[in-house]
């Protein structure tokens, strides 16, 4: 789990302002820390079945914000991916 440390730099990492601490970005920024900590965590515990289904519905959530953001703003949207090392999907 994240504590307030680690929290707190990953909203300074993501933030717009100073005050910011709930624009997508910062969400973005959290789901994306937290789903990496289920990741390492279901590797160790296969079976943990209740921590998979709250990663998938994190997942799904992340990439809901992300298409939110792709529709406000492309340059914001490309920066987020950038700093979390997600990959960009791919259109046909």
Do not use: C, F, W
Request: proline residues 1%; positive net charge.
């Amino acid at each position: 789990m994240l504590d307030k440390e680690k929290k707190k730099k990953i909203i300074e990492k993501y933030r717009l302002n100073d005050s910011d601490t709930g624009s997508l970005d910062v969400q973005i920024g959290l789901l994306s820390e937290r789903i990496n900590y289920l990741l390492s965590h279901l590797k160790e515990h296969p079976k943990d079945l209740h921590s998979k289904r709250g990663l998938l519905t994190m997942v799904a959530k992340r990439r809901k914000l992300l298409n939110l953001l792709k529709k406000e703003d492309k340059k914001r949207y490309e920066q987020v991916i950038k700093k979390t090392g997600l990959k960009k999907k791919v259109k046909d």
